[in-house]
């Protein structure tokens, strides 16, 4: 929908050689995506916190080349300061099949230097950071040499259009506090094709939710989200599965625009087990969580009941465990993971996050 051939530079007037650099974060889904069809388009609306802590930083420098029209992407891509040939391949490839929305990307020679705030190898999903952070440098590129993302709410639609290529969850981190992916009549404007922001309708509540990540393992994911939607293709569950998503979604926003923390969490656990479980009668089946896992999710269960507190858990497709809860029993919270949670953590690991304002431009 974005293709445009008329994005291209004029080679008798070539812009002078500059960089953009974008600083986005990961987000964690309240209402998970999991199955897709297309391009990367969802089979159920999804809704997401964006968080603050967990981020990419990533400066895209540019200069002009002659040899316009060239066909290949001339890209050195450095992370954390190392080239690193698994992520160049990965980051050309994506920016080739990017050629029909930014044309102008094969008349220029590009760097990318890109890093991480979080250990690369913490069990902690990239991907929507990392991909975020790239469409809106690419969105910042076209901007600057042609003036034609002026308008901001346009800029970020683009950029979450781009960012969902890279990888479908990325889509809904272009947005501060929270985002809907997805078609769905209850958000207006709500599309497949990239997502929309959401933070303005809901409670201040969770504007200010924490999100503490329990490491578990920070092995390597064993099965790939690419992998992971594809079995949905295959699951007896799939189209109630789509369904439920749907109708919880309508739950999920009538309790964050009233501030229910309850039905929020609820919800939050409900859909995290639901991934999980869908996982685990796909064909093959994989069991993500581990020992650790269950152990925790044990723990906030029992700690919940005892104490009142809303402490509530959700996790990825991994074993690893995030933590919501309102910042009015932080200390309580802390205390309870330091005594009780952390030896279940791999390192006693623990990264600390909460909802942000989402990307910003450095
Ligand atoms: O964006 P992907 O393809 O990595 O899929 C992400 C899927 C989940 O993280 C499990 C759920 C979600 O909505 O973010």
């Known amino acids: 929908m974005y293709e445009n051939p008329r994005l291209l530079i004029d080679s008798s007037n070539p812009p002078e050689a500059g960089s953009v650099v974008w600083r986005s974060p990961s987000n964690i889904a309240i209402i998970k995506y999991w199955g897709k069809y297309g391009i990367q388009l969802p089979k159920n609306p999804s809704l997401s916190l964006t968080l603050a802590s967990s981020f990419t930083d990533t400066q895209l420098e540019y200069e002009f080349k002659d040899e316009a029209h060239g066909g290949a992407i001339d890209l050195d891509f450095f992370f954390h300061q190392q080239p690193n040939e698994a992520f160049q391949a990965k980051t050309q490839a994506f920016l080739e099949s990017l050629i029909p929305v930014f044309p102008f990307l094969k008349q220029l020679r590009l760097t990318i230097r890109t890093g991480n705030s979080f250990p690369h190898s913490a069990g902690i999903a990239s991907s929507a950071s990392a991909m975020s ?4 440098c690419l969105c910042s590129l076209e901007d600057t040499l042609f003036g034609t993302l002026q308008d901001s709410a346009e800029y970020d639609r683009k950029a979450s259009f781009v ?4 990888s479908g969850s990325a889509c809904r981190s272009v947005f501060p506090h929270a985002a809907v992916w ?4 209850l958000v207006s404007g ?3 094709e990239y997502a929309v922001p959401v933070g303005d309708l809901i409670h201040e509540t969770f504007r200010e939710l924490h999100d503490d990540i329990l490491i578990v393992s920070s092995d390597e994911k064993a099965v790939s989200s690419r992998a992971g ?3 949905m293709d295959g699951n007896p569950y799939a189209e109630s599965r789509y369904a439920q998503a749907k109708q919880r979604l ?4 009538d309790a964050m625009k009233t ?3 309850e039905s929020f969490g609820k919800i939050a656990e409900d859909e995290a087990l639901t991934l999980h479980a869908l996982m685990m009668c796909s064909n093959p089946s994989y069991l993500l969580m581990q020992p650790g896992s269950v152990a925790i999710i044990e723990k906030v269960r029992e700690y919940r009941a005892a104490t009142g507190h809303p402490l509530y858990f959700t996790l990825d497709a991994g074993p690893n465990v995030h933590l919501l809860y309102p910042g009015e029993i932080i200390h309580e919270v802390r205390a309870f993971i330091e ?5 279940y953590c791999e390192n006693g690991r623990v990264q600390e996050d909460w909802v942000g304002e989402g990307p910003e431009e450095m």
């Open 133 to 136: 952070a790239l469409a809106l």
């Open 163 to 166: 960012a969902r290529l890279g």
């Open 182 to 185: 997805g078609e769905t009549s």
């Open 190 to 192: 709500a599309s497949n």
């Open 229 to 231: 939607h594809a079995l």
């Open 250 to 253: 309508s739950v999920l926003l």
């Open 259 to 261: 501030g229910d923390l």
């Open 339 to 343: 005594d009780e949670l952390k030896e």
